[in-house]
């Protein structure tokens, strides 16, 4: 399984971003896809989790009410819809996978599958 992320880019304070991580084979048990982040100098953090098949979805408190974690089926695809953009959203954004679930879902040791990140900057 390999997973592509893609939809960072240079945005303002405010705006909305839309990042999507495209996985290649199907998932083939329960298990869980998530988006981190790493700003510069920082640990890699966790953003928001999906969890399948339940789609249950987790959030990070600093994104919670702004970002939106989905899953897309049919394209086999983790999007994030991120809105209200902050200066410290700025970071790469990293999409992961985990076969079977974790109840610690925010620790990224506990993912062995990861994308290779895409950029998000916001300026103020």
């Known amino acids: 399984v390999q997973l592509q992320a893609s939809g960072g880019g240079l945005v303002q304070a405010g705006d909305s971003l839309r990042l999507s991580c495209g996985a290649s084979?199907?998932?083939?048990?329960?298990?869980?896809l998530a988006w981190f982040r790493q700003a510069p100098g920082e640990e890699r953090k966790f953003v928001a989790a999906?969890?399948?098949?339940?789609?249950?979805?987790y959030y990070a408190d600093s994104v919670k009410g702004r970002f939106t974690v989905s899953r897309d089926n049919s394209k086999n695809e983790l999007n994030l819809q991120m809105t209200s953009l902050k200066p410290e959203d700025t970071a790469v954004y990293y999409c992961?996978?985990?076969?079977?679930?974790?109840?610690?879902?925010?620790?990224?040791?506990?993912?062995?599958?990861w994308g290779q990140g895409t950029l998000v900057t916001v300026s103020s």
């Open positions: 084979g199907r998932p083939e048990s329960p298990g869980i």
């Open positions: 999906v969890r399948w098949p339940t789609s249950r979805s």
């Open positions: 992961a996978k985990r076969l079977h679930w974790a109840v610690d879902y925010y620790n990224p040791g506990q993912y062995s599958i």
